[in-house]
């Protein structure tokens, strides 16, 4: 089974960065995700880490640790817009042939205050 | 391009009846997944079809639940004797299939929010 955690909230100030960070338990594991879900919208795709390390895309980073079950999201240059709800999810190694079935944290909603 | 659609956005039904959601995938996307978000939850993964595979149903909770998909177009979750616990917003998303460079990257529908009173 999966168990992945992530803070409920936090707020940071506009211009500024902030770190969501995301831990994992799993009985297998083959690739985390980030996702952006604004209020009543779809989730939309963020990143994808499969290996160590940090990738970079933009003002959006994502960092992944697999000895250590964590990664994290860094946004720079935070901006009004970025608020909203941010997945983390995690690919069993046991999903099926193909699939990417994930398997979700709850979110942490991020507000962007001016 | 168009993105994926779901139908209906709302649905409202009393307990016992049948419902059934829609999901038409992006074209090209032979990947489809159905996700359930719960109030406060993170979403849980119901089904994945692929091609003409058969499909992964091992995250269906009971069997008042089953998903049907014709050839790699249009999905329907139908969800028979509905409870109050069935009430949730209910995602799809598709993806291209395996093999594809970028077939990790999953394109979610804006969902159907079903109340069962």
């Known amino acids: 089974g999966q168990n992945i955690d992530q803070p409920t909230e936090m707020t940071a100030t506009e211009g500024a960065i902030v770190q969501i960070n995301c831990t994992y338990q799993t009985s297998g594991f083959n690739g985390l995700f980030w996702y952006q879900q604004h209020a009543g919208e779809a989730p939309t795709f963020l990143s994808y880490n499969v290996l160590d390390g940090l990738e970079e895309k933009g003002r959006f980073s994502s960092f992944l640790s697999r000895s250590k079950g964590y990664s994290y999201l860094l946004l720079k240059e935070l901006q009004m817009k970025d608020s909203a709800s941010y997945l983390c999810?995690?690919?069993?190694?046991?999903?099926?042939?193909?699939?990417?079935?994930?398997?979700f944290g709850k979110g942490t909603k991020l507000s962007v205050i001016p | 391009g168009a993105g994926v659609s779901q139908s209906p956005s709302n649905k409202v039904t009393e307990k016992g009846k049948d419902v059934e959601l829609r999901c038409d995938p992006i074209?090209?996307?032979?990947?489809l997944y159905w996700y359930r978000q719960r109030l406060g939850q993170g979403l849980e993964f119901l089904i994945y079809?692929?091609?003409?595979?058969?499909?992964?149903k091992s995250g269906l909770p009971s069997d008042r639940f089953s998903a049907e998909r014709t050839g790699e177009s249009v999905s329907t979750l139908t969800i028979q004797r509905t409870q109050q616990e069935d009430s949730a917003v209910y995602l799809c998303?598709?993806?291209?299939?395996?093999?594809?460079?970028?077939?990790?990257?999953?394109?979610f529908g804006p969902g159907t929010r079903l109340t069962v009173t």
């Open positions: 079809f692929q091609g003409n595979s058969a499909p992964d």
């Open positions: 074209s090209g996307h032979t990947a």
């Open positions: 998303a598709s993806s291209l299939g395996p093999g594809q460079v970028t077939s990790y990257e999953q394109y």
């Open positions: 999810a995690v690919r069993d190694a046991y999903s099926g042939a193909g699939s990417y079935q994930l398997t």
